[in-house]
């Protein structure tokens, strides 16, 4: 009998629903209530706009293959079209705002996508340059995107949808929360689709792709497409829920290579790996300027810390690229799977343990 | 080896090319009569193409009728790939034509390759290394995909249907082939030989006319070699595939193809069925004279 | 044709010209590594920082001219054999990309690292050279301009002779013709890496010096590299010789833009003007100014 039951026991099995279920519940219900006003503005609003922009690059870079370092223009065009939309178009709600400015930076996208129907690899990467440093520089040069404000500020508007108001830290961290839900959803059902398929075996092969009959220029632009839409929204999050102030300086090089660091760190084509890196890149210079005051006294101030973040996060990179190319999430999953395997293990033990009846 | 066995009709054990010979010669074969008038379902008309100063192929003339088995041998460089390159659109010959059932060809759209109904695997193995073996399978049927990508993410009724259409016949091609206990794995994670099976699988699911398989066999073993072998006759037999068939080993080729091209340095020096090539002092000079010894020992 | 002043514009590109001998100088030192292991080094930029910074720092403390370039030379060899032994050779094997992003991170550690050494301040840096103009049949010349282009070209020379007519320059290019070959033939591929990474830090920290001379010693500096990557573009990854026609071709329409169409765009255009120019040109003939067409082997 004990036997039989030992025999036909299942596994423990974690179905695939429950974790996303389990950590969203916790993030909507829970968190509001016992967070502080630090944990939102410091660490989750910036981790949600992150992660967002983690899972649109991770769609270009990590599923098709395309590398972009351009990923901060498109947060630029998403923040200032949100901005310029909500500003000049009367009646039109917030939410159209944030869904006309992801269409803006996806158009956009395409456009600085079709060199990648021609140009392959580090020409692409390269490329990918011009968007960064032309985004940059027409969003500084052209007061009118910031509503004429000096050196291109602009202030996010009131977020309100429906007539419901979230401007506080938790309000703003709920709105982002929703949008980053939502997209992430559509982000993991699309590269589950045949396209997601399409993107990566144009990564992976490109001249197979093509002679199966995979729509290797679509596929490329629609990667673009989607990618960029994402990150705009992202940029809006970014300008509209964390900094509420922003200029187009903060869409820097370095911002596009957070984002890029993001899903290196993550994991490459893994849509969890987003939200892996950009909690690892959120949290960790908080923990270093803790550990480092701690340690150093006052001999560690700013600028010692801003240094040593980057080479903490240098190093970081490297260290991952040599040890876990696959990321955090790979680490991740190892750990879950040597603990469920424990868990299986105690489960029988304590099954075998009985007395037979 | 459930499904083999029902196509073949033979016992479980593995097949060796002798082995095969035999059963076709049991089954009656050749059916396919030897005629000219047979219409053919692939041309190839004077190619010539050269990189730099490198001349791979020589004013070429091939045809291949439909339904056939046609072996394309010929030592390191000769061109064989570079021919299935031009077939496939991958290359651009320098001159010539190609001619694909109906349609002629001065170089072959790639992107329209499996709408003219071929398929084909490569030399050097080209799976979609971070897709599961049955993604892999299933992205043979991309061509056919109607749907857009919103469909898709939104799970339209008529993307749902594609994707099960494409997901079963998948299924089926990995049950035929001897793959479905790794239909879940990471193509990339595969032993060779597997991969390469992986590889006919997503050929195959195409339901291609014509089937371009360039040395489906390299770096097998014996057993894993006669079990490809049984695959590739029971994709002409059962789907009627017609097969263009690059391969080194010489016993599996003659036992194989009905009929033989030989390329050397970019030129055709023979063609003809496998009793002709044989005898081909030509061809024994060129090719066969270090390989002659396991043509008479009945494969290697 | 009257009303066009040729004078002004042979100025413009000569200035042009010059400069983008400037650009080629740091993009030789990416085609260098390029070349033979295949790594875009993305950290070039991160090592002339550093090459300056450190000469810079050690003249302000007092140590001689001679001495402190030969110091600093030191230190540029041994992180050049550093980053090959701790970052590069684990990653032996690894995609091209992979290789990209690990020198993106070697270029935040040697930024952070420099500036965590010698500090964040702006410093000057005086190669003892005026830069005065001087008159060439009406058109003016900066002399410092000129100065460091007859230096990058010294540079290249030197390079071309090194690698033309010593063992490991031979070696240097059977490894950049063929890995598997020179691999073959019994090369000791790591050897050779370090010495490319060693001349790499040499002409990071001639590049770095002069560069250094016009901007200032500070981080913007390693920037620079963001002027050298639509000159490889253009000229191709693996190409000394496009490194250099593209680097002059960058500078001088860079230059002929900013002064004869800046005005259209409200000027500033050279944050990204390099960058269509490579790009259009890529469009037009995608192998580059010297690459030939190389068919794909399937
Ligand atoms: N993409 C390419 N670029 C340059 N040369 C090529 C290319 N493809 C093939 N060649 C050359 O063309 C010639 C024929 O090559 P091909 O690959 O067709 O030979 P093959 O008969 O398939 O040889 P193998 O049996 O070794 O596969 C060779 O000399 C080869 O080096
Ligand atoms: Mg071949």
């Not at chain 1, 500020?153 to 703003?172: C, K, T, Y």
């Not at chain 2, 016993?251 to 009793?275: C, F, H, N, Q, W």
């Not at chain 3, 005086?126 to 282009?149: R, W």
């Amino acid at each position: 009998m004990t036997v039989a039951t030992f025999e036909a026991s299942a596994p423990f099995h974690i179905p695939r629903w429950l974790a996303p279920f389990v950590v969203l519940s916790f993030a909507y219900i829970a968190v509001p209530f016992i967070g502080t006003n630090y944990l939102f503005e410091a660490i989750l609003l910036p981790f949600l706009a992150l992660s967002l922009a983690g899972v649109g690059l991770n769609i270009l870079t990590g599923y098709a293959g395309q590398v972009s370092l351009g990923s901060a223009a498109f947060l630029a065009v998403g923040a200032f079209a949100a901005y310029n939309f909500n500003l000049r178009i009367e009646g039109l709600p917030l939410i159209g705002s944030i869904i006309l400015s992801g269409f803006v930076a996806a158009a956009i996208g395409i456009v600085f996508g079709l060199p990648s129907l021609r140009l392959k690899g580090f020409y692409l990467a390269v490329s990918t340059l011009a968007a960064q440093f032309f985004v940059q520089w027409a969003l500084t040069k052209f007061s009118w995107f910031s509503n004429d404000s000096a050196s291109g500020v602009i202030d996010a508007p009131s977020l309100s949808i429906a007539g419901i108001a979230f401007n506080g830290a938790v309000g703003r961290y709920i709105f982002s929360l929703t949008i980053v839900s939502l997209l992430t959803f559509f982000a993991y059902r699309l590269v589950s689709s045949q396209t997601g398929r399409n993107f990566i075996a144009v990564r992976d092969n490109e001249t197979a792709a093509r002679i199966i009959g995979v729509p290797v220029l679509k596929t490329k632009l629609i990667a673009f497409a989607i990618s960029s839409f994402i990150i705009g929204v992202a940029g809006v999050l970014w300008a509209f829920t964390y900094l509420r102030t922003v200029e187009p300086a903060g869409f820097n090089l370095d911002r596009s290579f957070q984002i890029l660091f993001i899903i290196i760190l993550g994991g490459l084509a893994s849509i969890r790996g987003a939200f892996f890196g950009a909690a690892l890149l959120v949290v960790s210079p908080l923990i270093l300027s803790r550990l480092g005051s701690f340690l150093f006294g006052d001999l560690f101030n700013s600028g010692v810390l801003d240094m040593s973040q980057r080479i903490v996060l240098g190093a970081l990179i490297i260290l991952f690229l040599i040890l876990e190319p696959d990321g955090l999430v790979s680490l991740w999953d190892r750990i879950r799977k040597r603990s469920v395997a424990r868990l299986n293990k105690r489960k029988h033990v304590g099954r075998a343990a009985q007395p037979t009846q | 080896m459930n499904s083999m066995n029902r196509v073949l009709g033979g016992p479980a054990t593995a097949y060796f090319p002798a082995d095969i010979a035999a059963e076709r010669q049991g089954l009656g074969e050749p059916v396919k009569p030897l005629s000219a008038a047979q219409d053919t379902a692939l041309g190839l008309d004077g190619i010539s193409l050269s990189f730099g100063g490198v001349v791979a192929l020589d004013n070429i003339d091939l045809a291949v009728r439909r339904g056939e088995i046609r072996a394309i041998i010929g030592p390191n460089g000769a061109g064989k790939s570079s021919l299935i390159n031009i077939i496939s659109g991958v290359y651009r010959p320098d001159r010539g034509r190609i001619t694909i059932g109906a349609d002629r060809f001065t170089s072959v759209p790639t992107q329209k390759l499996a709408r003219l109904g071929i398929a084909r695997t490569f030399q050097n193995l080209a799976l979609f290394k971070g897709l599961s073996v049955i993604d892999n399978v299933i992205s043979g049927r991309a061509y056919k995909v109607r749907s857009t990508f919103l469909a898709q993410v939104l799970g339209l009724s008529g993307s749902r249907r594609e994707e099960a259409d494409a997901r079963g016949r998948a299924a089926r091609i990995l049950e035929f082939l001897n793959l479905n206990h790794v239909s879940n794995r990471l193509a990339g994670t595969l032993p060779y030989g597997l991969q390469k099976r992986v590889e006919l699988a997503r050929a195959l699911v195409a339901e291609p006319a014509i089937l371009l398989l360039d040395e489906p066999m390299a770096g097998m073993t014996a057993s894993e070699k006669a079990e490809m072998a049984e695959f590739i006759l029971a994709a002409n037999r059962e789907y009627n595939t017609t097969i263009v068939l690059i391969e080194h080993d010489i016993g599996v080729v003659m036992e194989l193809s009905d009929r033989i091209a030989v390329l050397d340095y970019g030129r055709k020096i023979a063609d003809g069925t496998p009793e002709e090539i044989r005898a081909d002092q030509g061809v024994i000079d060129a090719y066969l004279g270090v390989a002659a010894e396991n043509i008479d020992g009945g494969g290697i | 044709m009257s009303g066009f002043d040729w004078q002004f514009f042979v100025e413009v590109l000569i200035g042009g010209l010059l400069s983008g001998v400037m650009y080629s100088l740091v993009a030789i030192g990416f085609v260098l590594i390029y070349k033979t292991s295949g790594v875009l080094n993305f950290a070039q930029g991160a090592m002339l920082l550093f090459a300056a910074l450190t000469f810079v720092s050690l003249v302000e403390r007092g140590v001689p001219f001679a001495l402190a370039l030969i110091i600093t030379f030191a230190v540029m060899v041994v992180i050049g054999i550093a980053i090959e032994r701790v970052v590069l050779r684990p990653l032996t094997n690894r995609s091209p990309m992979t290789l990209f992003m690990a020198t993106l991170g070697l270029s935040y550690i040697l930024e952070g690292a420099a500036q965590l050494i010698w500090g964040t301040q702006v410093h000057g840096l005086d190669l003892g050279i005026d830069d005065v103009p001087f008159e060439v049949g009406g058109v003016l010349i900066s002399q410092f301009d000129l100065f460091a282009a007859a230096i990058a070209a010294a540079l290249v020379l030197f390079l071309s002779v090194f690698f033309r007519y010593t063992r490991v320059g031979l070696a240097f290019r059977a490894v950049a013709d063929d890995q598997f070959a020179a691999l073959a033939v019994g090369l000791r591929l790591p050897r050779i890496w370090a010495t490319v990474w060693a001349v790499a830090g040499l002409v990071a920290l001639v590049a770095g010096l002069l560069w250094g001379a016009r901007l200032g010693v500070q981080f913007s500096l390693s920037l620079v590299v963001l002027k050298a990557l639509p000159v490889l573009v253009l000229g191709g990854f693996d190409s000394i010789p496009g490194a250099i026609v593209g680097g002059l071709l960058i500078g001088a329409t860079e230059k002929l833009a900013e002064v004869y169409i800046g005005e259209y765009f409200g000027g500033g255009t050279e944050s990204w003007f390099a960058y269509v120019v490579a790009l259009a040109f890529l469009l037009i003939r995608p192998s580059g100014i010297f690459g030939q067409k190389l068919v794909e082997r399937v």
